[in-house]
């Protein structure tokens, strides 16, 4: 049920998603990290898809952690571990 929960609210903030303004060769969209959830709402380790996606999306972490709607989630500490996981250094906006 969580991870329903947090699905929906992913996808709902990812209509807020173009607020967000695209790195350059980036689409900038909370959706591409679909493949984290399971990693960032537990502690079971990330996916290979789910570290290409965060290296993807790298380039638009600091939009997102701009953005009311994404920084409480950008900024949790699953969302931390998954990124240390994978290699990508969490930005200091």
Known sequence: MKKVFVFAIVAAVAVVALEVAPAEGVTCSPVELGPCLAAITSS???STACCQKVREQRPCLCGY???PSFKNYVNSPGSRRVATSCGVPFPTC
């Open 44 to 46: 079971s380790p990330p």
């Open 65 to 67: 952690l701009k953005n």
